[in-house]
Structure formats: structure tokens, C-alpha cells
């Protein structure tokens, strides 16, 4: 929690600038995104599910009344929405071979929910569960998901290791057409495309990273045969072990401790030091569990999402490291600014207050890491809202142990190159067993996005082109010319740290719109161009411009690698306000979606 500071004078203000300017240049690189490599299409991993079998199965002929593309914490919500809005034939598909997503593919050691599990974790009253630890491990996400799933019987008609490559609407039958990379050929009344925001693993384009002879992984495909042990610990494979963890973001710091635990030399590859805040995990009170009364979580979530959105709150719920530095992340996460200050004053107040809070993380490291060369490399130098924020109680400790080194790579722009033996940074080579990837996804943009998935709207419309013109839904949720298209995503939507919270949301309301189609016997579910016309123009004047902020930042996924784009993303006056516009445009309006005539909106 933070601790009082002398206040922060005008040259200190000062230094840190130049240090962080400074600090940026020794990162930043031309190449931006292009640095990195996506792990599917990669030689050095080849693509493969550690988790489950892939299983040969006949391609899918049938209809069903909804199709989710996407099992992750999104599609999975969004399905049961469905099931509770009458539906009967859900199809949930997903590359991975089961649900979770996230959850399904990041089965690391030490992976956990960095938010309280539960607020994160949805649903637990619709199924009477209560998480057993403060901040879960991942492993009970997973499971709470399968048993969702089960709860809502929607295995009968899933596919999993099935990707979505085509949808076409076919306005005789008022349905899609779906093609998949199993050749499927199916049709589906709703399309929900929820394919998460951080779901593709990437690795970096590290020279000769083929030709290393040891094992190499992504911590997203964990490979436990090599490893020993699972996610809560007991890597008795690495005994004997030399590992490299390349990567210190929120998974590296997660999984660095364990690996370090059991290596017999572990060397992390370190390019910008993350934030290390504290943790604080505990397990669940168990008599705080029983005094729990009806509706406890959904309160549990909007307090936090009011609180992280700069609303006003009677108390702080949940009093973790969160809620203590909300203030420093409503510009670049939630969205919401005061704009009844003046900006300049508003900017150096924040700047004052970031600057205190990087002060004391980087205290943090100095009390905790004994040799001072490698705290002083453990400090953070950038403002706190560049990167997402850390949280560990045993990663700097773990500098301590005699058999973990440091090796920081911010002057070579990250590792030099690989070899057969090991890891090359500079002109020094760290011989090594094991490469652990914690080197992180793409970020955002779904096949829809990215036109990985074709989608013919009405009259053969691409969306994919259709983009060429300016983003346009109404409320982020679909676009005029493609009926009964449903997406899940932060553009032109909400946003907040708790990403589970928004999800639910979003699932809440699909549910309930397609619910008022089905009662009020609708063709289909459409908004009408001027409405996603003046969507967009509502996101354009509300959404928070972060440009020249971003341009400042260390290098990361939040500024694609120190290059940002223009890009006006979620809706400005922050997630309580837009679910409550939500909430308002169903009880008024929700009729002007609800398409009863086919021909109507022809012209
Ligand atoms: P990140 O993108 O945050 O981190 C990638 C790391 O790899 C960075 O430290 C990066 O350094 C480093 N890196 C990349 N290329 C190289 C290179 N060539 N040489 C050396 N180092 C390199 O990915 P994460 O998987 O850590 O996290 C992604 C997101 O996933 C998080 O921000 C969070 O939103 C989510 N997450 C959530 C968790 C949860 O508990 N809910 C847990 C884990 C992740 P640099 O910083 O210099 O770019």
C-alpha cells in the first residue's frame, strides 16, 4: 500500500522525465511489432495442444440456433446468456480443446487471476461456489468454467480444435452459413464472434531461435512431460536443469519463482523491468464465505469497477493494489477523466502521483533484492500506466536465491540470438537446457478485425472491407449489413482492469437482446447505419485520446512497441456510465435492432 513520500520537488520531477526518456531510447526499436513471430505459424514450436488430443471427427451439417465462436470467458458467458434466453442449440467452438480460453491454453506454474477471483471469476452465485484463494489459480478458473459449461449443458453441441474461417449470410434462409478449418459446413440463426483480445501467443524473431537443440515452449503451451510437476508446483524435471525464463511481464513474474524453485540455474532475460507490487494472496475466510448474502458478487464487481472507473463509492471493497493506485489507471484503462479540470493541472497532478507510486515500487526493490546491481536493474523506470502493472510477493525474492541471475538485455534491444547451446546477449552466451518463452500475444484484433475470418454480410458486403470506410456498430456490439452478428470486444464498448467484469456484461446483454427478438418474433437483430453512424461519432468525441501519452511510454503491447496508433477505442465516460446507457437503451430503445420486416432495411 502506498507509503508517504517527501513531496516530489520540481527537479526531481525533471530527472525522472529525462530518465524515463532515456530509459525509453535504450528500448525502443525500429522494428516495432515486426520484432516478433506468431506461435502458430512458427517452425521453432511447432502448433500443438499439450493439454488434449486432437481427435478426427466427421464435418458438422446441421443448424443451430446459435453458433459462439470463442470459449474463453466471453463466448463461454455469452452461451449460457443464450441457453437462459431460450435457446436450445448453442454450438461454442474454439481452437483450443476445451473451454476456457485463457484459462484453457495459460496452464503455467503459478499461473492465478492477478484480479480478486471474486470478482473475476463470474457466476459463482448462479452455481453456489466461492473461490478458495483471494487471487485463484488458474487451474480453478479452468474447472469453474468446465463446470459452467456442464451446468449449462453446452458440451452437446461444441466443437473444440475447430476454428471459424467463413460466414455467410444467406438472406433467403435468414441464417449463416459457417465454414471451418475442419471443413464443417453448417448454419447458425446468431453468430457470436468472442476470440478474445490476448489469445495469440507470439514469440520474439530472435536470430537462430530454430537452431537451439534443447527444449524451447511458450508459457501457454506448457510442456509438463519435460517440466514434471503441474500448474501448483513440483517441476522435479528441471532438477538438473539449466533454464532461461526470456520475459518479465505479468506471466514471467507468475512463473519465474517456481521455475526457480526447482532449476538448478535458472537465468531470466530481462528487456524493461516490470512492476512489482504486493500480492497479499490468502485463502478464502471460510466464515466470511458463509455470511455472504444474495448478490454479494455482482456488488463485490461493481464496487470495484466504480472505484477503478473514478466514480463515486461509499467504501472500498476490495482494498488491494488495485483500488489503492485506481487513480493512475483510468487513462489508459477505464477510460474516465475529470474534465471539469483544467488538463494541464490535471496531467502534472497525475504525473505527481504516478511519479510517488514508482518511487515506491522501486523502494520495493531495493529493501528486497540484496545484491544492488541486480535491484538496481529490477527498477522500473516509465510511468506506471505503460505497462500493465505487476503484482508478486516472491519475484524479487526470488533474485536472492544464489542460483537465479539476472541478465539484463535493455541495451541489446532484448536477447542478441540463440544458438544450439543457449541464449546469446551481445557477445556473451548463457548455455542453457530450457528456453521459456514468457514473451507474451498479439493484441486485440479478432478475425473479424483482422480478416482472418471472411464474413459475407447481407448483398455479399465483406466486413473485412467494410472497415475500409471507418469502424461502425452500435454500441460495439454489431454492424449494419450483417444481421444477427453479434461481437464481444473493447472497441467502441467499455473497458476496464477487471476485462471478466465487462465480458459479463456484454454476455448479459446479447442475451437480452436476442431474448427481445425471440419474444417480439423479429426477423433478425440489425442496427440501421445512422445509428452506428452516430456510434461512432459518440466514441469519437467521448473516447479518451492517449496519443501523445503512449508516445512517452516505455515499448510494450499497450503502445505497439512504441509506435502507437491514433485510435479512439472505448466509450469515454467509463464503464458504470456505459452499462448504464445499457441498461437505458433496453428499456427505450432496443426496439430499432429488433428488424421485423426482412426487406426494411434493403435500401
Ligand atoms: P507481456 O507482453 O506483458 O510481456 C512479454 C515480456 O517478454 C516482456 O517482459 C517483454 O519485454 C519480453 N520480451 C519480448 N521480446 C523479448 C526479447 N526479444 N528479449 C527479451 N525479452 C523480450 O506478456 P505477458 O504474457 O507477461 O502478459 C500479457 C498480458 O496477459 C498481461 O499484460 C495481462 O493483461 C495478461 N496476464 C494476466 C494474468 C492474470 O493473472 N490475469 C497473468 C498473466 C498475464 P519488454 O517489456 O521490454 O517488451
Same mark, same amino acid.
Given at each position: ?8 520537488? =520540481?527537479? &526531481? ?29 512458427? %517452425? ?8 488434449? +488430443? ?19 470467458? /466471453? /463466448?463461454?458467458?455469452?452461451? !449460457? ?68 459449461? +456442464? ?57 537462430? !531461435? +530454430?537452431?537451439?537443440? /534443447? ?95 473514478? *466514480? %463515486? ?33 490535471? &496531467? ?40 500493465? %502493472?505487476?503484482?508478486? *510477493? *516472491? ?12 541478465? *539484463? ?26 528456453? !521459456?518463452? =514468457? ?5 486485440? !484484433? ?10 459475407? /454480410? ?6 473485412? +472491407? ?59 437483430? &440489425? ?5 452506428? &453512424?452516430?456510434? =461512432? ?67
Amino acid at each position: 500500500m502506498p507509503e508517504s513520500h517527501a513531496p516530489i520537488t =520540481a527537479s &526531481e520531477l525533471t530527472a525522472a522525465r529525462a530518465k524515463y526518456a532515456h530509459e525509453r531510447e535504450r528500448r525502443v526499436r525500429p522494428d516495432g511489432l515486426g520484432q516478433y513471430r506468431r506461435l502458430a505459424s512458427d %517452425p521453432a514450436a511447432a502448433p500443438h495442444d499439450p493439454f488434449t +488430443e486432437r481427435v478426427d471427427r466427421p464435418p458438422l451439417t446441421d443448424h443451430v440456433d446459435a453458433l459462439v465462436i470463442g470459449a474463453g470467458l /466471453g /463466448g463461454l458467458q455469452t452461451a !449460457i446468456r443464450l441457453r437462459q434466453a431460450g435457446l436450445e442449440r448453442i454450438r461454442l467452438i474454439d481452437d483450443g480443446g476445451d473451454v476456457g480460453g485463457t484459462w484453457y491454453w495459460n496452464r503455467y506454474p503459478g499461473v492465478r487471476c492477478d484480479i480478486e477471483s471474486y470478482l473475476y471469476m463470474p457466476m459463482l452465485e448462479e452455481v453456489g461456489y466461492v473461490p478458495r484463494w483471494r487471487y485463484a489459480p488458474g487451474e480453478e478458473i479452468r474447472r469453474h468454467m468446465v463446470a459452467l459449461a +456442464e451446468r449449462f449443458d453446452l458440451y452437446r453441441d461444441a466443437a473444440f480444435h475447430t476454428s471459424a474461417t467463413e460466414l455467410r449470410w444467406d438472406e433467403d434462409g435468414a441464417r449463416w452459413h459457417v465454414g471451418t478449418d475442419r471443413d464443417d459446413a453448417f448454419t447458425a440463426t446468431y453468430v457470436v464472434v468472442s476470440s478474445g483480445s490476448l489469445s495469440l501467443a507470439k514469440l520474439p524473431g530472435i536470430e537462430g !531461435i +530454430e537452431s537451439f537443440r /534443447g527444449r524451447a515452449f511458450h508459457t501457454s503451451r506448457w510442456d509438463y512431460g519435460y517440466t514434471g510437476g503441474d500448474a501448483s508446483g513440483g517441476l522435479v524435471g528441471l532438477a538438473d536443469k539449466r533454464v532461461a525464463v526470456v520475459g518479465t511481464g505479468a506471466t514471467g513474474i507468475q512463473v519465474m519463482p517456481m521455475v526457480a524453485e526447482h532449476a538448478a540455474r535458472t537465468y531470466v532475460f530481462q528487456r524493461t523491468p516490470a512492476t512489482v507490487d504486493v500480492r497479499d494472496n490468502r485463502p478464502t475466510d471460510p466464515e466470511w464465505a458463509v455470511s455472504l448474502t444474495p448478490g454479494w458478487q455482482q456488488r463485490r464487481m461493481d464496487n470495484f469497477l466504480a472505484i477503478m472507473a473514478g *466514480d %463515486p463509492v461509499a467504501e472500498d471493497v476490495v482494498q488491494d493494489s488495485w483500488t489503492a493506485n485506481a487513480g493512475l489507471q483510468r487513462k489508459m484503462i477505464t477510460g474516465r477523466i475529470d474534465r471539469s479540470v483544467d488538463p494541464a493541472e490535471r &496531467e502534472l497532478a497525475e504525473e505527481l502521483l504516478d511519479l510517488a507510486t514508482m518511487n515506491r515500487l522501486r523502494d520495493r526493490v531495493a529493501a528486497t533484492v540484496r545484491d544492488p546491481e541486480t535491484a538496481e536493474a529490477l527498477k522500473p523506470y516509465y510511468r506506471y500506466q505503460c505497462k500493465r %502493472p505487476g503484482f508478486s *510477493d *516472491d519475484y524479487l525474492e526470488a533474485f536472492n536465491r544464489p542460483e537465479v541471475t539476472l541478465v *539484463d538485455t535493455a541495451d541489446t534491444h532484448g536477447i542478441t540470438r540463440m544458438t544450439e547451446t543457449g541464449i546469446v546477449v551481445g557477445d556473451q552466451e548463457y548455455e542453457v537446457d530450457c528456453v !521459456i518463452f =514468457a514473451t507474451g500475444f498479439e493484441t486485440g !484484433i479478432s478475425g473479424l478485425l483482422s480478416g482472418s475470418l471472411m464474413v459475407h /454480410g447481407r448483398g455479399g458486403t465483406s466486413y473485412f +472491407e467494410s472497415l475500409m470506410s471507418g469502424f461502425r456498430t452500435l454500441h460495439g456490439f454489431y454492424s449494419h449489413g450483417f444481421p444477427n452478428l453479434f461481437q464481444l470486444s473493447l472497441f467502441q464498448n467499455a473497458n476496464s482492469v477487471n476485462y471478466s467484469h465487462i465480458l459479463s456484461e456484454q454476455a448479459r446483454h446479447i442475451g437480452l437482446v436476442v431474448s427481445a427478438a425471440r419474444s417480439r418474433g423479429a426477423a433478425y437483430v &440489425e442496427p440501421s447505419h445512422d445509428a452506428t &453512424e452516430a456510434w =461512432a461519432q459518440v466514441i469519437e468525441e467521448s473516447a479518451n485520446d492517449n496519443l501523445d501519452f503512449l508516445r512517452t511510454c516505455t515499448p510494450g503491447y499497450y503502445n505497439s512497441e512504441g509506435q502507437p496508433a491514433e485510435m479512439k477505442i472505448s466509450y469515454g465516460p467509463g464503464p458504470v456510465a456505459f452499462h448504464r446507457l445499457l441498461e437505458e437503451w433496453r428499456r427505450t430503445s432496443i426496439d430499432e435492432v429488433l428488424v421485423d420486416q426482412p426487406l426494411r432495411r434493403m435500401s
